[in-house]
């Protein structure tokens, strides 16, 4: 599969990445903790309606998820007298970043590493006509994996793969056939799907 990369093209990732980068910007800590194990409430602002938010292990097992219902402000209160001691995170995952607030629980008490915060920038995928644009933001030069597959009656055939590593802002095109396609990309230990219409 052959790059299509002009000067119009080049332009238009500009000026997306551009944009995506500045709602990237450091901003004043997103959430606030009131705390206590039988009492923790969690208040995260600037949430979207659709963002969903989990509580996990350290093995990545969901202890509990919830889709964000409204826009704004979310605030939960949770109770974590009955979870055993040790690491857990609280994670919102948005449109294009996940952020996760990792947590410990010990002896009854539930304390928050402010410093082990991190942001996980996922990649944005549009079609345009029979282009496939895909961006994203590797602020730590993460590898980034894309595969493209083709429909061939109902099944899928991989027909291009790339790895990309060592760059901080992923900007690729991609001139696609008319058909149905499978874009599959995997980076930060994350595997996102998306299905193209040509």
């Given amino acids: 599969m052959k790059n299509v990369l002009n000067n119009s093209k080049k332009r238009f990732l500009m000026v997306t990445m551009l944009i995506t980068s500045l709602s ?75 952020n996760t607030i990792p947590f410990t629980v010990k002896e009854n008490t539930v304390s928050v590493n402010k410093n082990s915060e991190t942001t996980t920038y996922k990649p944005y995928v549009k079609q345009k006509n029979n282009l496939l644009l895909i961006s994203k933001l590797s602020p730590n030069f993460e590898t980034m994996n894309i595969s493209i597959y083709a429909d061939n009656h109902r099944d899928f055939e991989l027909i291009y793969t790339e790895k990309i590593e060592g760059i901080k802002v992923i900007e690729k095109v991609y001139k696609l056939e008319k058909g149905t396609y499978k874009v599959t990309i995997n980076s930060n230990n994350k595997e996102y799907t998306t299905i193209i219409n040509n």
């Fill in 24 to 98: 990237f910007a450091k901003e004043p800590s997103f959430y606030s903790i009131k705390n206590d194990v039988k009492k923790t409430s969690l208040t995260l602002s600037d949430v979207k309606q659709g963002n969903k938010f989990s509580i996990k292990d350290k093995n990545g097992i969901v202890l509990y998820n919830e889709e964000i219902q409204k826009s704004g402000v979310y605030t939960k209160g949770f109770n974590f007298s009955s979870l055993p001691d040790g690491n857990y995170v609280f994670e919102l995952d948005k449109d294009l970043e996940i």
